[in-house]
């Protein structure tokens, strides 16, 4: 795990379908300033449901107006997964830093 500060965008609900069951996780992407990147971060059906998502809109910029962007300090993980012989990796979202002011 670790942690990584940039401004989030484009937060969105994804609904997958899966054994006749209907699963609801959500996507997000972090632009990072030094080095300068853009990931996508993803968050698990029980952080939706634990309102990680509500929150994590309250820091969404417009990816448009470098002027909006606003700061969040978050703690990501790296999940690998295989598929027909090849790896994949994926970044989630494991909690948002807190941050105190004095």
């Known amino acids: 795990m670790a942690s990584i500060e ?16 209907t ?9 990072t ?8 971060i993803k968050i698990s ?3 939706v449901q634990s309102g990680v998502l509500n929150e994590l809109k309250k820091f969404e910029t ?9 700061p969040v300090l ?7 997964s295989v598929f027909n012989g090849q790896k ?4 989630v979202l494991h909690s948002i830093a807190t941050q105190k002011q004095k």
Not at 23 to 31: H, Y
Not at 62 to 70: I, V
Not at 74 to 80: A, W, Y
Not at 88 to 91: L, R, W, Y
């Open 6 to 21: 940039g401004a989030v965008s484009d937060v969105q609900l994804i609904n997958k379908e899966f054994d006749g069951k």
């Open 23 to 31: 699963t609801t996780s959500g996507l997000f992407k972090l632009q």
């Open 33 to 40: 300033h030094n080095p300068s990147d853009y990931w996508e």
């Open 45 to 47: 059906p029980e952080q």
């Open 62 to 70: 417009d990816p448009n107006n470098p002027w909006s962007a606003r």
């Open 74 to 80: 978050i703690n990501v993980g790296k999940k690998e």
């Open 88 to 91: 994949f990796f994926s970044f």
